[in-house]
């Protein structure tokens, strides 16, 4: 989930899957305590002293081209998804410390996030192509939207159908309900030159996909969020939302707001609040519930996920997160979390993807920051949220690069890294240790689930 529009290379024409394993690599590693890291010389890394980098496994094949960089995760069972501007990738993590890859697919397109769903996977795509299927290309560049596959073999992948929608697939949200999946597609627009990105579009899209034949998959509703609102200086529509199905609500991060949602109906859903923070929050990126959903963290994505906003002369009130708590139905901000290590002006950081770490009784995130790296923070206390953890490497040449998503799922962390791959680490602590008892059938953050 990123706002920065990065061209992907081009790939195999044809859907394809490999069984190559790709080997562990090492670097150098130091442990660092908290504080600045603005000294960091490229190709070291730091983590703090209760957090341990367990494995790596570079990009290989047809999603390790230049561009094809990776993007966001999800999680079944003992494997891990992730997207890449080239296709996806599917791994076996049986063994977390020993990730093996089992198979990826040459599908390129901006941006492919990904989620899993029973033996469908979904990916958005946020790119005019020519067609909908893994073969097309840049030419006639008339359709965008959601692509859809069959992974019961993770080895081979189907693809089995796609939808378009307007302005395209930026990122895309799940909402079970029975034999049905409805997918909440956020995306930017309008663009008025553009075929497949008309105005006006203060709206969100919702896709029915019924499980039993992902084939029919069709749009069922475009409600606007913002019938009385003109377009941002940014754009309109929405960035992420994050469904949280047990009480019936979800989050909205959208372009200058971010909103509440009454999903009861998840075919009308309606708003119930909307928020705005104009003098520190420029995109709102993202959105976590705490686990009892009284707390909200939304996410700034300053500067879209380019800019070097961790230093000292950004506020640590901008490219930051905002924590929420719902008093009386209704949201109050009460403090603000940025990462305290100092980055260089070369290396873009802003708050990005992040999850819980399921602690009962206490609020606990782990959370990507491009090149920032890695964050453990503790906004248990909503007034005054602390880091607790952290790992990240040193500037990375040539651009746009860092760890894309982080997330906790059964006892480890797994970061999708743009041009380094996927790490693998684990913390020690006697604040998140608790969490290793907790096991996660699936994992999608946008659907968030109560542990």
Request: proline share 9%.
């Given at each position: 989930m990123c706002t920065v529009l990065l061209l992907a290379s081009a790939c195999a024409a044809e859907p394809s899957a490999t069984e190559e394993p790709a080997?562990?690599?090492?670097?150098q590693e130091t442990s660092a305590p908290a504080g600045s890291t603005a000294t960091l010389s490229p190709g070291a890394v730091a983590m703090s002293d209760n957090v341990k980098h367990v494995a790596n496994l570079p990009r290989t094949g047809p999603l390790s081209g230049e561009g094809n960089l990776n993007t966001d995760l999800a999680f079944q069972g003992d494997y891990a998804y992730m997207?890449?501007?080239?296709?996806?990738?599917?791994?076996?993590?049986?063994?977390?410390t020993k990730p093996q890859l089992v198979s990826q697919v040459a599908c390129p397109a901006q941006q492919n996030d990904v989620t899993v769903y029973g033996d469908l996977l979904v990916l958005s795509i946020d790119e005019p192509r020519d067609g909908p299927e893994c073969d097309s290309g840049e030419g006639e560049r008339r359709w965008e939207g959601l692509r859809i596959f069959d992974v019961s073999d993770k080895k081979s992948p189907r693809y089995?159908?796609?939808?378009?929608?307007?302005?395209?697939?930026?990122?895309?949200?799940?909402?079970?309900?029975?034999?049905?999946?409805?997918?909440?597609?956020?995306?930017?627009?309008p663009e008025p030159?553009?075929?497949?990105?008309?105005?006006?579009?203060?709206l969100i899209q919702i896709v029915e996909i019924p499980t039993r034949s992902p084939q029919s998959a069709k749009i069922v509703n475009k409600p606007n969020l913002f019938p009385d609102r003109a377009n941002s200086e940014f754009s309109s529509g929405c960035h992420d939302i994050t469904a949280f199905p047990q009480n019936k609500v979800a989050a909205a991060a959208c372009f200058g707001d971010g909103v509440l949602l009454d999903i009861s109906d998840p075919v009308n859903p309606k708003v119930l609040q909307q928020l705005t923070d104009r003098e520190n929050f420029q995109i709102w990126h993202s959105a976590t519930f705490s686990n009892d959903g009284k707390k909200i963290v939304f996410?700034?994505?300053?500067?879209?996920?380019s800019q070097a906003t961790c230093d000292r002369n950004t506020p640590s009130t901008k490219g930051a997160n905002a924590v929420y708590e719902l008093v009386n139905g209704q949201l109050e901000r009460r403090g603000y979390f940025k990462i305290p290590r100092e980055q260089q002006e070369n290396e873009n950081c802003v708050a990005h993807n992040g999850s819980l770490i399921p602690v009962e009784g206490k609020d606990i995130m782990v959370q990507a920051w491009y090149q920032g790296g890695v964050s453990i923070w503790d906004f248990t206390d909503s007034a005054s949220p602390k880091e607790i953890g952290f790992f990240e490497r040193g500037p990375i040449e040539g651009g746009i690069a860092g760890s894309w998503s982080a997330y906790y799922y059964n006892g480890y962390i797994y970061s999708s890294d743009m041009t380094e791959g996927l790490d693998v680490l684990e913390i020690t602590d006697p604040l998140t240790d608790p969490a290793k008892q907790v096991t996660m059938d699936d994992f999608n953050v946008q659907t968030q689930k109560v542990y």
């Open positions: 080997p562990a690599t090492t670097s997207g890449n501007f080239g296709g996806f990738a599917i791994y076996d993590i049986s063994e977390p089995v159908g796609a939808v378009q929608t307007d302005c395209g697939s930026h990122t895309h949200t799940m909402v079970p309900d029975g034999e049905t999946l409805y997918v909440y597609v956020s995306s930017p627009g030159e553009s075929e497949t990105c008309r105005p006006p579009h203060e996410g700034d994505e300053l500067g879209g996920g």
